[in-house]
């Protein structure tokens, strides 16, 4: 009897309380959050700073300390510390222990996964998604870095995509690469333009631009800039090079065509051929059809 009248009066107090201050509700099977801002926090010091229902609207966090530095708006933090220091950032996505951590001011970003992006400042609309993704990256922007530790330290480069375990790992300020495969572009620092697709494409170059690398391990022990590699191994000679700054194409490779024409459109051009004596010879031919040659110093390379 004494327990039964003990529950009745503590029921009776918290009722009382939830008048007096109501800030959620259970309406058949939905939890509804009360407030001004129409935001929904849940967790230990979750939002503690947000001076919301005055100044800021829509904002969900979810997890120990998320968002609790924010004054901003429609930002969603899930996980612990989770955009814990931002302040002006809007329309955030950050899903994963510690992602966009230290985030203050980035705007549009989505980044999910356990510290991605957390130490973005003021970067905008990136999308970083795996362990670890642009985890240093601080003002980066249009950037989407995909796979376990892809693009970790990018700090400034923008409109970089990293697909792939490590790729782009290394990279701090090279802009506008796209580097497909794990470890591509891996080492990466400053090179920008460049395309490297397979797996290590590209891995040891560290400051070259606009080079297209295509293949496993292609173009992985070149150095330089505006190389094409078409290759499934390291080699230094792949099956296509390019060179597009002095427009060469070299194949490395017995080279056939097979029921069409070879056309040379300059009468000034022709086939140069190398001579057992180690010499080359450009052939071509006149308007009555005789073939003419003349040497070519040095040959070609």
Not at 161 to 183: H, Q, R
Request: hydrophobic letters at 35%; glycine letters at 14%; charged letters at 15%.
């Amino acid at each position: 009897m004494k327990k039964l009248l003990f529950a009745i009066a503590f029921a009776q107090c918290c009722a009382l309380q939830l008048v007096a201050q109501e800030h959620f509700r259970f309406d058949s099977i939905r939890l509804e959050f009360i407030n001004n801002g129409f935001h929904v926090m849940i967790g230990d010091s979750t939002g503690m700073n947000d001076t919301a229902n005055a100044r800021t609207i829509e904002n969900t966090f979810v997890g120990h300390s998320a968002g609790s530095m924010t004054r901003a708006s429609r930002n969603t933090f899930i996980g612990t510390r989770a955009g814990e220091n931002d302040i002006l950032g809007w329309e955030n996505v950050f899903v994963g222990a510690w992602a966009g951590r230290w985030d203050s001011a980035g705007q549009c970003n989505t980044y999910i996964g356990a510290d991605a992006g957390s130490h973005n400042k003021t970067g905008w609309c990136n999308t970083f998604i795996g362990y670890g993704t642009g985890m240093l990256d601080s003002v980066g922007v249009n950037n989407v870095f995909i796979g376990y530790c892809a693009g970790l330290r990018n700090t400034m480069g923008q409109k970089n995509i990293f697909i792939g375990t490590t790729s782009g790992f290394n990279n701090t300020s090279g802009t506008e690469n796209t580097f497909l495969g794990v470890s591509s572009g891996g080492s990466n620092i400053t090179g920008s333009s460049n395309t490297y697709i397979g797996r290590r494409a590209g891995l040891n170059n560290k400051t070259g631009s606009g080079n297209v690398f295509l293949g496993y391990y292609a173009g992985s022990k070149e150095m330089g800039n505006n190389k094409l590699y078409i290759a499934n191994d390291s080699t230094i000679a792949p099956l296509i090079y390019g060179e597009f700054d002095r427009n060469l194409l070299k194949l490395n490779a017995e080279t056939r065509v097979a029921d069409h024409d070879v056309y040379i459109t300059d009468p000034s051009k022709g086939v140069i051929l190398r001579s057992p004596g180690g010499n080359c010879w450009r052939i071509r031919v006149m308007d009555n059809g005789t073939l003419i040659t003349e040497q070519v110093n040095p040959c070609p390379q």
